[in-house]
């Protein structure tokens, strides 16, 4: 059984910014004061890009699940609809059955 494109989304949206997390963590910590301007530059440009990253992929995860739910809603409003076609036409069988649909006065 193989993973949905929703749970890869998902994993490495995950992933990206559990790298972000830990690049801040040991960028505040363990590297504070010790990297040169290049060096200091060049990591924090890649730790934002790494959040740019998670903030992209958590964008595209909301704009997937909401055409998810648009094509579920579509999809049983079609389902109530035919329900309601059908009930209406056994209504209007019975109604044929029992004599009423001919017209005639009560």
């Known amino acids: 059984m193989?993973?949905?494109?929703?749970?890869?989304?998902?994993?490495?949206?995950?992933?990206?910014?559990?790298?972000?997390?830990?690049?801040?963590?040991?960028?505040?910590?363990?590297?504070?004061?010790?990297?040169?301007?290049?060096?200091?530059?060049?990591?924090?440009?890649?730790?934002?890009?790494?959040?740019?990253?998670?903030?992209?992929?958590?964008?595209?995860d909301v704009k997937a699940v909401q055409n998810e739910v648009r094509s579920e809603q579509r999809t049983l409003m079609e389902s109530a609809l035919k329900d309601i076609e059908s009930e209406a036409r056994n209504r209007q069988q019975q109604a044929k059955r029992n004599g009423k649909g001919r017209g005639d006065a009560y």
């Open 2 to 60: 193989g993973l949905g494109p929703t749970v890869w989304r998902r994993l490495f949206g995950a992933i990206v910014l559990g790298v972000a997390l830990l690049m801040l963590i040991i960028g505040e910590t363990v590297l504070k004061g010790r990297m040169n301007d290049v060096a200091f530059v060049a990591y924090w440009l890649v730790c934002f890009i790494f959040t740019a990253l998670a903030i992209v992929v958590a964008f595209r």
